[in-house]
């Protein structure tokens, strides 16, 4: 069987013995062996730091987009060998699959254009110069540098590729050498990218590196130079704060982690408009794609009292046309979760938040999966639950099941009451709310924002030309405050902030204009 490799000073390297197993979560296959034993962890980081900063240091902002711009080339190239790794390791359809993918070439290739307009320069100013006296001959200005270290990117597994580059892509541009630690469970397609970036030679010495498994003691050699970006669950997160060495060195840290994401209907919304058929398109959607497996999805959604009737019949007839199964079985739209586990967690989760709430729709022990009658795949239904009083069914507000689980939570239809209850969540990566009324929306955004990170408002003005809320944009932030981690990823520079140190200069103007080329 095929073992996973690592990649660290430069070279492939094989852990000792087997410290895990990865599996294709639909049909129960083993599909390769993963170990770290044995590596250098320190090396690792040394390495990088020795040689990989200092390459990406010397390269001005246009040629580290060009490199970027090459490394979205070659995935592009291996695209459909992705897509299959994604199926049969992730359990993904191939259209979730294609997504990952997509999204990770998207994003550095978005990032290219971005290094490409900066130009030949290694600096990035920010702001204007000021005067700092009476004379101008004393100015200060403020200008973001390289740090001196490495970007520790640790990820979750449902997004092996995206989660990866989207990473990647602000680290390189910033000037820092990468070090990722994908998810062990779908680490074939992060296994797979690297290898496919250094077998096409664009790599400068010591500027990514990977580790496939378990980390082991990375995070006992964090400088205080290293900035480490996580993306897992709050728990994990939390763990990473209190690391002793990331306290006693100053770490940088980054938190993405979960979040009980809302979608709010607007009392104005009539259920015969473009406007609800959007919210029923955007909440099927965010409970089916990847099987509900993103940290973006749909939790709760906020339905004014009137329109739960309707809003339960529509979605039973919506997700009823949508099959679940193993991936590459006819018709199937929907495939399982990533691994065992996953799914004992999720049932687990499930069976907590049952104690407050109701189930409308689906069933966990009785559904169809299409290609696997025997049922040995990670399957859970598409389950629709629904909390009678939003104050009573407190769980809802607290537990995420990773999967294909949303709740209706009827409410009054006001925007105050909508944001009380979106809050009880406290800290979201994204809501959604969907309405046309422009004083609705205007008190809405205004209680809700110190809530969120992302918020999209759907009306029938965009209808046409929504993505779905889930998806996340390089050009738009992604994070969110409280308990989704108090991150801050992607937004064009925004994200490239986060390995760079923000330092004032302050002295005689023109020759720190010289310096800085102004
Ligand atoms: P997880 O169990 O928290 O693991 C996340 C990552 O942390 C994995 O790579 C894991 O490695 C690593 N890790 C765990 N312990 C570590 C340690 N002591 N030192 C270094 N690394 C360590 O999360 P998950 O189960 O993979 O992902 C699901 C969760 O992620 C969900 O809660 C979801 O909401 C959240 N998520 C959030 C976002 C976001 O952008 N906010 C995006 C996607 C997912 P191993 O796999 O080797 O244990």
Redesign the pocket.
């Known amino acids: 069987m095929q073992k996973l490799k690592n990649y660290v000073c430069g070279s492939w390297i094989e852990g000792e013995g087997i410290q895990?197993t990865l599996l294709n979560p639909a049909t129960g296959e083993e599909l390769a062996h993963v170990s770290t034993a044995g590596i250098d962890f320190e090396a690792a980081l040394s390495f990088a730091r020795e040689h990989g900063g200092p390459a990406l240091r010397a390269m001005t902002f246009a040629e580290r987009g060009a490199l970027l711009k090459s490394m979205a080339s070659v995935i592009h190239e291996h695209r459909e060998e992705l897509i299959a790794i994604g199926v049969k390791n992730a359990g993904n359809t191939r259209g979730d699959a294609k997504f990952d993918i997509d999204g990770s070439f998207g994003t550095l290739a978005r990032y290219a254009s971005i290094g490409k307009k900066l130009g030949d320069t290694r600096f990035w100013l920010d702001g204007e110069a000021q005067d700092m006296g009476q004379s101008s001959r004393m100015q200060g200005r403020h200008v973001f540098v390289p740090r001196k270290g490495v970007a520790v990117l640790?990820?979750?597994?449902?997004?092996p590729a995206w989660?990866m580059m989207e990473k990647a892509a602000c680290a390189i541009l910033a000037g820092v050498p990468v070090l990722a630690?994908?998810?062990?469970?779908t680490?074939m397609m992060a296994e797979r990218i690297v290898e496919i970036i250094i077998e096409a030679g664009i790599m400068p010495k010591g500027t990514f590196s990977l580790i496939s498994?378990?980390?082991g003691d990375?995070?006992d050699h964090l400088g205080f130079q290293d900035c480490v970006a996580?993306?897992?669950?709050?728990?994990?997160?939390s763990?990473?704060r209190s690391?002793p060495r990331v306290l006693a060195k100053g770490v940088r840290i980054g938190v993405?982690?979960?979040?009980l994401n809302c979608a709010i209907l607007g009392a104005d919304v009539d259920v015969d408009s473009e406007t609800y058929d959007l919210f029923v398109r955007d909440v099927v959607t965010d409970i089916t794609q990847k099987a509900g497996?993103?940290?973006?999805a749909i939790r709760r959604v906020l339905v004014p009292k009137e329109k739960l009737a309707n809003l339960k019949e529509r979605l039973a007839s919506e997700l009823s046309r949508i099959k679940m199964g193993v991936p590459d079985t006819e018709g199937v739209r929907m495939g399982p979760l990533s691994g065992p586990k996953?799914l004992l967690e999720a049932r687990e989760k499930l069976d907590q938040l049952l104690t407050c709430t109701e189930r409308v729709i689906g069933d966990p022990d009785d559904f169809v999966a299409l290609g696997d009658p025997e049922k040995v795949g990670a399957f859970m239904p598409s389950i629709v639950l629904e909390a009678k009083d939003a104050d009573a069914a407190d769980k809802v507000h607290k537990i995420?099941v990773?999967g294909p689980v949303t709740t209706l939570i009827p409410f009054d239809g006001s925007a105050k009451e909508a944001a009380r209850i979106a809050g009880l969540g406290e800290g979201g990566?994204v809501a959604t709310f969907y309405s046309d009324d422009r004083a609705f929306a205007a008190e809405l955004i205004e209680e809700i924002g110190p809530f969120q990170g992302r918020l999209v408002w759907g009306s029938k003005r965009s209808a046409g030309a929504a993505p779905s809320p889930g998806t996340?944009f390089p050009d738009f932030i992604?994070?969110?405050p409280g308990r989704?981690?108090d991150?801050e990823?992607l937004g064009g520079m925004r994200g490239v902030a986060f390995y760079c140190q923000r330092l004032a200069i302050q002295g005689y103007g023109p020759l720190i204009d010289r310096v800085f080329k102004v």
């Open positions: 895990g640790i990820n979750a597994y449902n997004f989660g630690k994908p998810a062990t469970l680490c498994g378990s980390a990375l995070l996580f993306t897992g669950s709050a728990q994990t997160g763990m990473m690391h993405e982690a979960d979040s497996q993103k940290c973006t996953q995420e990773f990566l996340v992604h994070g969110g989704a981690g991150g990823e």
